[in-house]
Nanobody, 114 residues
Framework: QVQLVESGGGLVQPGGSLRLSCAAS????????MGWYRQAPGKQRELVAL???????NYADSVKGRFSASRDNAKNTVYLQMNSLKPEDTAVYYC????????WGQGTQVTVSS
């Protein structure tokens, strides 16, 4: 079993930035895919950024150019740098890992509002 713990969410004004972190309870090197999804109230969970084979990252069109995913294998942690935040980015953000099994974090709330 793997635990994924997100942190870094909060309230930010439009145009601001946040960096989310996701710490895994074991090495992330062997996961086929790791990344971030989000779910806004009344909407389905959607992909934000997903890195496969540790190399290629796919981003949702709505966040391209504003969000950037990265990882630190030594710390078993992945990050999501979010810049130029918009009110429509408001959602619960979930860390996701996929190997033999699929794992989800508990989520962290991001609210973009003035």
């Amino acid at each position: 079993q793997v635990q994924l713990v997100e942190s870094g969410g909060g309230l930010v004004q439009p145009g601001g930035s946040l960096r989310l972190s996701c710490a895994a309870s074991r090495s992330i090197s062997n996961f086929y895919a790791m990344g971030w999804y989000r779910q806004a109230p009344g909407k389905q969970r959607e992909l934000v950024a997903l890195t496969t084979s540790g190399v290629r990252t796919n981003y949702a069109d709505s966040v391209k150019g504003r969000f950037s995913a990265s990882r630190d294998n030594a710390k078993n942690t992945v990050y999501l740098q979010m810049n130029s935040l918009k009110p429509e980015d408001t959602a619960v953000y979930y860390c996701h890992a996929r190997g033999v099994a699929v794992y989800w974090g508990q989520g962290t709330q991001v609210t973009v509002s003035s």
